[in-house]
């Protein structure tokens, strides 16, 4: 709520503001002057009787005389008065703080702090109820608030943050200005703010305290005004002169409204078909009921008639259908009424929401942008080798996912050699791009080679080798996922506002993704092996009369494109569970992004990984319990893309054109 000054101008007026809170906030310091006068035993004493059975109504003056002394162990008494530690000599009426062992209490002098032993018997414990422990611990909070502990004075703030009472604002505007701590200052006076909002004397104040309440986006705020824009249903003949929210229609929804006018004793219960029989059975008298014959009874004109006669006889109540219903209905009015009296109070608490649920479906808009853009960039690192291998081969590898898998591990396995889990990751990914770089050249030369323009054949045999890495990576890890844990420095979540935030796990995947596609457009422009992947690309038959040798850029482009999955397996493996199956949940989404964005070009698979992402996070926001679901339709989506622009968002030129 802004900073933690408070103008005073804001701030509700208290002229009966009481001498205890004065005394209370500076007890500490008066203290040894206020034990010399009157020690706190002996005004327990004098008020043993409420002391001993206290109740929600007496137990104020009781409360108010006891701060009043700025004794300071008054505060600790109140402590285990509510949390029933409080106990009785029945002999000589003291009261103790004791802990209760095998039928012996350990006694401590509640002035001095000298502890004795004594049995059990002849001791009686004080348990106040719920109302009174409620009232103790209000009249504790303001001694609690100027603790010079940080972490009581936390703990009393969050104490009244979870049940706000109007008797609790005093006592934070005393406490705010002695407040040295600037966190805890600054969520003082939010407190302020929105207990002014709700409980302050003064309109005008709650209304200052509502406007500033505008300008927040917490779900606290959201809370507050909520709370002060409650309604509550009501029904009368006529609209009473209330601060009405707003005027139903009760023909929109008769029978509900019709059991509110019973509910409210304004009108009868309708009479029902088996209210009816009920009726029938009960009055037959030589046949007949009233003057209908019981053989003529089987239609409901004829029940009806029969119900009516019984009626006009005062036998059975009137006969209440539709019609009565109707007529009813329309000779009452239905609200919900404001439980706020004020009308400008609730007006200044509508206005305050509609800006705040503004500010927080645009603040949803960015967080869900940032979702997006956080699994654009995981797709995009998934994807980028594929890409490459893809465009540049026109190879289907169903091994790709693999590859990711196996970076992963490469992670989790340095980790266990390398505590150090920042130089593990730093270590882990030259190491995790060189094993998957020689797997993959390994599997272009025994296998990939010799399958050229077969792609069926290709499909089937990568998706052999898909499943022998996966049950090759059980064997060895076993079936339990393996975490490969993130560096401190990247726990937690950057917090923008309430609504707002992204892991720094994902920002490190989003900067990652970024110097990647810097790399590989650099290898791609400013290179010789980039030049020669692109003249192959385009026309592999004119690279080879230039001296290009096809085979081995097919074979280094293959292992390039395995070496960024294996990196890519490292980055991943930091955000998602580390198993055999891992690769499997990215090798379609993979395939997507690389056929929507355009097989071959990098600039395509940045743009798929980008719609994929997005239209991901935008399915899954409209429904969002069913994951399964989003993924459905997103596929249904990109199989209608394809159908209008079968090359994908940036078409490649050249042999893939020709292709």
């Known amino acids: 709520m802004g900073g933690a000054t408070i103008r005073a101008a804001t701030l509700p007026k208290y002229p009966e503001f009481p001498m205890r809170l004065l005394l209370s906030a500076l007890f500490f310091m008066l203290s040894a002057l206020a034990s010399s006068a009157q020690d706190l035993q002996s005004l327990l004493q004098e008020n043993a009787a409420q002391i001993a059975k206290p109740s929600r109504t007496s137990i104020g003056i009781v409360l108010d005389q006891m701060v009043a002394t700025g004794l300071p162990q008054v505060p600790a008494f109140l402590e285990e008065w509510s949390d029933k530690n409080v106990w009785q000599d029945e002999a000589t009426g003291l009261f103790y703080i004791a802990t209760e062992g095998d039928d012996v209490l350990t006694l401590t002098d509640i002035d001095t702090g000298a502890q004795t032993t004594a049995p059990v018997d002849g001791f009686q414990q004080l348990k106040p109820n719920g109302g009174v422990r409620r009232v103790i611990g209000t009249a504790l909070v303001q001694f609690q608030l100027i603790d010079p502990d940080t972490t009581r004075r936390t703990a009393a703030l969050e104490s009244i943050a979870r049940r706000p009472e109007a008797s609790q604002l005093a006592p934070l505007i005393a406490s705010l200005d002695g407040e040295a701590d600037p966190v805890l200052r600054t969520r003082k006076a939010n407190l302020i703010t929105i207990l002014s909002a709700r409980f302050a004397e003064d309109p005008a104040d709650r209304i200052a305290a509502i ?7 917490s779900v606290e705020t959201r809370a507050v005004l909520n709370q002060i824009l409650a309604t509550k249903p009501g029904v009368a003949t006529e609209l009473p002169e209330a601060n009405i929210a707003v005027q139903h229609d009760p023909m929109t929804d008769p ?25 029938m059975e009960a009055h037959i008298v030589d046949g007949r009921v009233g003057d209908v014959p019981v053989a003529q009874l089987h239609t409901d004109a004829a029940r009806a008639r029969a119900y009516a006669a019984l009626a006009a006889a005062g036998t ?25 009296d004020d009308p400008a109070i609730t007006a200044a608490a509508r206005r305050a929401l509609d800006q705040v649920e503004n500010a927080v479906a645009l603040a949803q808009t960015v967080d869900l942008g940032l979702d997006a853009l956080s699994l654009a960039s995981i797709y995009f690192l998934a994807a980028i080798g594929l890409a490459i291998t893809f465009g540049v081969m026109g190879v289907i590898n169903m091994a790709h996912g693999e590859f990711i898998m196996m970076g992963a591990y490469t992670g989790y396995v340095i980790q266990l050699f390398i505590p150090d889990y920042t130089i593990a990751i730093l270590v882990a990914l030259p190491v995790a791009f060189a094993i998957t770089f020689a797997a993959g050249v390994t599997m272009e030369r025994l296998v990939i080679r010799h399958l050229y323009h077969r792609p069926l054949e290709t499909l089937l045999a990568t998706f052999g080798i898909s499943i022998a890495l996966q049950q090759l990576a059980k064997n060895i890890f076993g079936t339990q996922a393996r975490p490969l844990t993130s560096p401190a420095w990247l726990d937690g979540a950057w917090i923008i506002s309430d609504v707002i935030q992204i892991s720094y796990i994902r920002i490190a995947i989003f900067f990652m993704a970024l110097f990647f596609l810097a790399l590989i457009l650099y290898i791609l422009k400013r290179t010789r092996l980039g030049l020669e992947v692109r003249a192959v690309t385009q026309n592999p038959g004119m690279a080879a009369s230039m001296g290009i040798n096809p085979d081995r850029i097919n074979m280094l482009t293959f292992g390039l494109g395995s070496g960024i999955a294996g990196i890519a397996g490292v980055a991943i493996g930091l955000y998602a569970k580390v198993t055999s199956e891992m690769g499997a949940d990215y090798i379609v989404q993979s395939f997507m992004t690389v056929v929507v964005g355009g097989v071959g070009n990098v600039w395509g698979t940045l743009a798929g990984a980008s719609l994929i992402g997005g239209l991901q996070k935008g399915i899954e926001w409209f429904n969002p319990s069913n994951t399964l679901a989003a993924q459905t339709y997103m596929i249904l989506f990109i199989i209608l893309f394809i ?14 054109a020709a292709d």
Do not use: C, M, W
């Not at 406007?211 to 986006?217: I, P, R, S, V």
């Not at 006969?319 to 404001?338: C, I, K, M, T, W």
């Not at 209008?644 to 893939?656: E, N």
């Open 316 to 340: 059975v109540p009137p006969l209440l259908g539709e019609p009565e219903r109707n007529n009813a209905l329309r000779s009452h009015v239905f609200y919900d009424a404001y439980i706020e």
């Open 643 to 656: 159908q209008f622009r079968p090359k994908g968002i940036v078409a490649l030129k050249g042999r893939a």
């Open 255 to 279: 029978d509900g409204f019709y059991a509110a006018l019973v509910a409210a004793d304004l009108a009868q219960p309708l009479t029902t078909p088996a209210a009816i029989r009920a009726a």
């Open 211 to 217: 406007e500033k309440l505008a300008q927040e986006t």
